[in-house]
């Protein structure tokens, strides 16, 4: 008897001893910090593949003119939506201008016809984006005329922008100059041969073909 009793303390001892083994083991387990969550969270962020949107005659990409915004919208994804003024870009009639911005900076926009959603002109911002011909949006004078010798410079009367056309493709490359011009203009309505080559342009509107004259 007195060696069962002995045996049963015994066991009560182990047993003792192993408890909280057990739950010190529980409570050691990982769990998930919320700066992992975060983290995990941050890596499913989708990012802008400029890659895949190459600039070309009547389109940026997949997004093409005579698309509806929301149609154009299908096409990407990763940017964030503000709306502005098309007046920004040069253009009148109270249109909006649809920005799309990788962080803090516009990728593109897409300007609709006035009072409709269909895309009228789509404006390539960044520097990411180029062109089938190997420039991008901010290409300095000289650059854009090695692509295109003989070219010329036309100013905008309406805003003293200037521009320089691939009539072509139907692209404008925007410089927003101000004192400091691309060209000379002694004659309103007169393109210039190119003066300063080092200034970049802004942008490149792409815009659809004009309509010849009947």
Not at 44 to 67: A, H, P, R, S
Not at 176 to 197: A, R
Request: a negative charge; hydrophobic letters at 35%.
């Amino acid at each position: 008897m007195k060696r069962q009793i002995i045996f049963i303390i015994f066991l009560t001892v182990i047993w003792s001893c192993n408890q909280p083994a057990d739950k010190k083991k529980k409570s050691e387990q990982p769990k998930q910090t919320k700066s992992e969550s975060t983290t995990d969270e941050l890596s499913e962020v989708l990012t802008f593949d400029y890659q895949e949107f190459e600039i070309k005659n009547g389109q940026l990409g997949e997004i093409k003119l005579g698309m509806t915004i929301s149609e154009a919208e299908q096409k990407f994804e990763g940017l964030r939506k503000e709306v502005g003024q098309a007046t920004s870009f040069g253009y009148g009639g109270g249109s909006p201008a649809y920005l799309y911005y990788d962080q803090d900076k516009v990728a593109f926009g897409l300007i609709p016809t006035l009072n409709t959603e269909t895309v009228l002109l789509i404006i390539a911002a960044s520097p990411n984006l180029t062109t089938t011909n190997g420039l991008n949006p901010n290409s300095t004078v000289k650059l854009i005329s090695e692509k295109y010798p003989q070219v010329k410079v036309n100013q905008d009367l309406m805003n003293g922008w200037e521009y320089i056309s691939d009539t072509t493709n139907n692209w404008d490359f925007v410089f927003m100059t101000d004192e400091t011009t691309v060209g000379d203009y002694p004659e309103l309505e007169v393109q210039s041969d190119l003066k300063n080559l080092d200034i970049k342009a802004d942008w490149i509107t792409i815009k659809k073909k004009p309509v010849p004259n009947n």
